[in-house]
């Protein structure tokens, strides 16, 4: 009962109005050495730069259960669409509807998840409870936990870091944000891992040979040397990083190159298959890919998201202090992927579920013969890291319905490694617990106050009675686990935009 009253006292505060702001007008929403004027328009009264460029995203309708209960999806660990989001809201610009992924909004935080038990790389959970934003409906969240490593568990590492030098990532906010990155990572690596450092501009160079990071001043004083100019060379360089990761490759190592680039893709290979391919030909050979956007105003968002699904990899936007440290220190173990082309079915009992829609992950669909071809690619999970996903169900009408009742079946494919076979986890959802009192976790309540905060971003014809002030009070009531404040950071922004 205790979770339900939560639930319902929430509603009944956003319904009368009795929300709580914190005005910070004048201030910055974001803390930290790269600080960005909270501007005038939260909602668009300030122009957006133009340049940007973001896929069409088309919102997932609502499927009828009975013509289609089966639904498929890749994981998605990336988490750039967020950090854009929080760089545009904190500048006082709009947030364009192609550039919200409510998938990376929900996967850029960890949730408090059980670790994987025996020899499982991953483990599965799920949760039901009431839609905040239809009380007719019902909310599924889905939870997936990579393994954690322990600090002799973690392979050595041989990084390429390719870094654009071109005029367009001059200022502290771009290049002088990724050295400083590059140095806080630096510091917490083994000093047995490996590090290269290519640049290109108008042309490409091998700035650093691979070096033991045991030899610091030695890589310190080539990230010394990255200053911006010129045009873009962006596919070359890619090459050469690929090239210069095989050259180290040890199949017992973690081989990555880590991109860092506006996606300014303007010289070079410029055709995006031809791209697509050469970063798929180097990720079947075990070199996976890490892609870091900065900057506003010229960001190729659309071509880095392809190039880093296309490469095993992740896209992170970084657009301060930090999350510089959230990407290269109090997350970096992600960068070691222990969950590979992991991917989700869910099947739902036609007599209990009369329709559902996943709310995100649009351009991660795939069909149901998918899930068990081993040979179909899918997304990476990095070790500790956790996927969230969530389903409105709308109930069909069945009162006596046997409480032991499997509602939905959760299934969860993976690999330990790209060349392995596929291991499977099974989940089922009891119709009983969407009947239930019992209580709800943090977890639910953030998960869906995110959800909400997107799809009112997005002005969404699915939004319900979903406003920013039920936002607010859904992350206020999952802020138990928040062990770096990342929680606490969103809540600070949703409550600038109620004050507005």
Known sequence: MKSMKVF???????????????????????????????????????????????????????VNTKDTPVSTF??????????????????????????????????????????????????????????????EHQLLRLGIKGKELAEN?????????????????????????????????????????RISLITYSGEVQKLLESTPVKEFPKIEEAINKLTANGSTAGGEAMKMAYEEALANYDPEKNNRVIMGTDGDFNVGVTDTKELLDMVKTYAGKGIYLTCLGFGIGNLNDSMMEQVSNAGNGTYNYIDCENEIMKVFVHERERFVSVANDAKCQITFDSTLVSAYRLIGYENRMMSSEDFEDDT??????????????????????????????????????????????????????RFEEMNSEHERTPDFYFAAGVAVHGMVLRDSQYKGNATSEMA???????????????????LQLIRKINAK
């Not at 502290?172 to 917490?188: A, I, N």
């Not at 939905?408 to 089922?428: I, N, P, Q, V």
Request: hydrophobic share 35%; charged share 20%; proline share 6%.
């Open 74 to 135: 890749s994981v998605d660990a990336d988490g750039a669409s967020y950090g854009i989001m929080r760089r545009l809201l904190a500048g006082g610009y709009d947030v364009p509807k192609n550039s919200i992924r409510t998938e990376e909004y929900l996967n850029y935080f960890t949730f408090d998840y059980p670790a994987p038990t025996g020899n499982h790389a991953a483990a599965i959970n799920a949760e039901i409870g009431p839609c905040p934003w239809n009380e």
């Open 8 to 62: 319902y006292a929430i509603i009944a505060m956003v319904s009368v109005g009795m929300l709580t702001s914190c005005s910070t007008d004048g201030e910055s929403v974001y803390v930290g050495d790269a600080q960005y004027p909270s501007g005038e328009g939260i909602y668009g009264e300030v122009p957006m730069p133009g340049g940007n460029r973001f896929d069409v995203v088309e919102e997932n309708p609502f």
């Open 472 to 490: 607010e009070k859904l992350v206020e009531a999952g802020l138990e686990f928040d062990p770096h404040g990342y929680r606490a950071e969103l």
């Open 376 to 429: 179909k690619d899918a997304g990476e999970i990095g070790a500790g890291q956790t996927i969230t996903a969530l389903y409105e169900i709308v109930p069909a009408s069945k009162e006596q319905a046997n409480p032991n009742q499997t509602l939905a079946t959760f299934d969860f494919r993976y690999k330990k490694s790209l060349d392995g076979s596929s291991l499977s986890l099974k989940h089922e959802i």
């Open 153 to 193: 568990e973690v392979p050595l590492a041989n990084y390429v870091f390719l870094v654009d030098v071109s005029g367009s990532m001059a200022g502290y906010d771009r290049l002088g944000m990724l050295k400083t990155g590059l140095k806080h990572l630096l510091s917490k690596l083994n000093p047995n891992d």
